[in-house]
């Protein structure tokens, strides 16, 4: 019987699951959930966007987003606004308060990238990356 500490996936799983914990005790330091800090960076890279598009980058339902959104709303870090051709379709677009709050979440995620590969070259690094894509 083969031992699961050896493979491949256990270890990646276990890299995850520490990945997880450490993100989610950063976030919970900022008030937020696992999920709301992609959110604030997709929307960093394109402000305004529809509740869709974040769902299809996200990679979860319509109505996860609609959550998400409304929960961060009520936090002051994001808005909804109808668009101004089509007044059906609503647009999510960050506040100044969300745009300020992604900046400490990007110091997290070096935090959390620091540790999980502390001990490593550079050129170790590198060639992680270059086997995980």
């Given at each position: 019987?083969?031992?699961?500490?050896?493979?491949?996936?256990?270890?990646l799983?276990?890299?995850?699951?520490q990945?997880?914990?450490?993100?989610?005790?950063?976030?919970?330091?900022?008030?937020?959930?696992?999920?709301?800090?992609?959110?604030?960076?997709?929307?960093?890279?394109?402000?305004?966007?529809?509740?869709?598009?974040?769902?299809?980058?996200?990679?979860?339902?319509?109505?996860?987003?609609?959550?998400?959104?409304?929960?961060?709303?009520?936090?002051?870090?994001?808005?909804?606004?109808?668009?101004?051709?089509?007044?059906?379709?609503?647009?999510?677009?960050?506040?100044?308060?969300?745009?300020?709050?992604?900046?400490?979440?990007?110091?997290?995620?070096e935090?959390?990238?620091?540790?999980?590969?502390?001990?490593?070259?550079?050129?170790?690094?590198?060639?992680?990356?270059?086997?995980?894509?």
């Open positions: 019987m083969k031992d699961p500490n050896d493979s491949i996936g256990y270890l799983m276990q890299i995850g699951k990945r997880r914990t450490m993100s989610n005790a950063l976030l919970n330091q900022q008030k937020l959930h696992s999920g709301q800090d992609l959110m604030l960076y997709h929307l960093m890279e394109e402000d305004g966007q529809t509740a869709s598009a974040l769902a299809a980058k996200l990679e979860v339902k319509a109505a996860t987003i609609s959550n998400m959104v409304d929960r961060m709303t009520a936090e002051g870090l994001l808005e909804r606004r109808k668009g101004t051709i089509d007044k059906r379709t609503a647009r999510v677009f960050l506040t100044a308060k969300g745009r300020s709050v992604f900046s400490s979440i990007d110091k997290a995620w935090e959390v990238e620091d540790k999980t590969t502390k001990g490593l070259s550079i050129i170790e690094k590198f060639m992680l990356k270059r086997l995980l894509h």
